[in-house]
């Protein structure tokens, strides 16, 4: 019999005690909190994300600063904007809503945001202290995915995990994240030659590709534990994530569903990276 790993409400018992250290935070330094978001354009997507983040801020009691500038924004005047907010002193994190538009370069961008205030964990310095498994802030999903593992006391010590997906938002991460806790890693991608064959190994099988029900039973190892990162639409349109849930469920010891899995998570992994950033900078 599998069980369920419930995102949801993971996240609401993060966001009570986010929101208490975030409250302590305020008396002990007497200032609030502050988080800058940056939304450049119309995406309709993006506002939905941002507006989300926005509204988890007001919850856990942190500063929201948010940025709404025209899609033909240029280089120069959105650069300038995170050169202030980098210097601003009311300010612990500062993300910037991904994809910018086309004609801006997102990656001289975001290489203005201080290591210490990129709470999306996408710097070249944050992967890199990752990889060397020193202090960091950690890309949002994939931590998320960590804290779910530890909430059901899954143990990674020594676990085959295989990850099958390598952005740098989710796959490299996360199996960096992995070896940091012991467990010994495979990376898949859309080159690996025998994927089956890869996922039949895991312990510990994390699906962040994007494709809807790509993981079918026969990939999946009796009692394994599953975590499904993907988000997307299956054919009637309804909200699916990368594991084929219905026919995978019954194989494993754990599984996340989607929606109400790794989703919930990531923001309130990213109001946690702004409160551990607002602590190391006191
Ligand atoms: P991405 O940048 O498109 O990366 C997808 C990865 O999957 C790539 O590494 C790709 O391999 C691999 N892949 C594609 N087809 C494959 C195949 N047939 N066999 C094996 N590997 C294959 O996507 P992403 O940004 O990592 O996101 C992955 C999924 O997670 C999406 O559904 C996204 O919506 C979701 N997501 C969810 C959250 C959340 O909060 N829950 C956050 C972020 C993303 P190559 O590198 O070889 O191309």
Redesign the pocket.
């Known amino acids: 019999m599998y069980e369920l790993i419930d995102g949801k409400q993971l996240a609401a018992s993060m966001r009570v005690e986010i929101a208490e250290n975030v409250k302590k935070f305020a008396q002990k330094n007497g200032r609030q909190i502050g988080l800058a978001v940056v939304l450049v354009g119309d995406n309709p997507a993006s506002q939905v994300y941002v507006n989300n983040k926005i509204k988890a801020c007001e919850q856990v009691g942190i500063k929201s600063f948010a940025y709404y500038l025209p899609a033909d924004t240029q280089q120069d005047k959105l650069e300038d904007l995170l050169k202030e907010l980098a210097e601003s002193s009311a300010v612990d994190g500062i993300l910037v809503q991904l994809p910018l538009p086309g004609h801006l370069d997102s990656e001289r961008a975001l290489k203005l945001i201080p290591t210490e205030k990129d709470v999306d964990g996408f710097s070249a310095e944050n992967i890199g202290k990752l990889a060397m498994n020193s202090e960091s802030l950690v890309a ?2 994939p931590n ?1 995915v960590m804290q779910m593992l530890a909430s059901k006391n899954i143990e990674t010590r020594g676990k085959k995990a295989v990850v ?8 490299r991460p996360m199996a960096l994240l992995l070896i940091n806790a012991d467990a010994t890693v495979t990376v ?5 030659k025998d ?1 089956k064959k890869e996922c039949l190994e895991a312990d510990i099988l994390v ?5 809807a029900k ?1 993981i079918t039973a026969d990939m999946v190892k009796k009692g394994a534990v599953v975590i499904d ?4 639409r299956d054919e009637n349109g309804k909200l699916c ?2 594991v084929d849930f219905e026919n995978v469920k019954d194989k494993c010891s754990y599984i996340t569903p ?1 929606p109400g ?7 309130t992994m990213l109001m946690y990276n702004t409160y551990l950033a607002a602590v190391r900078r006191g």
């Open positions: 949002c999903t998320g099958v997906g390598r952005s740098n938002i989710v796959g898949c991608h859309s080159r690996t994927l699906a962040a590709i994007g494709k790509f990162v993907g988000i997307n994530g990368d989607v899995g790794v989703g919930p998570m990531t923001i």
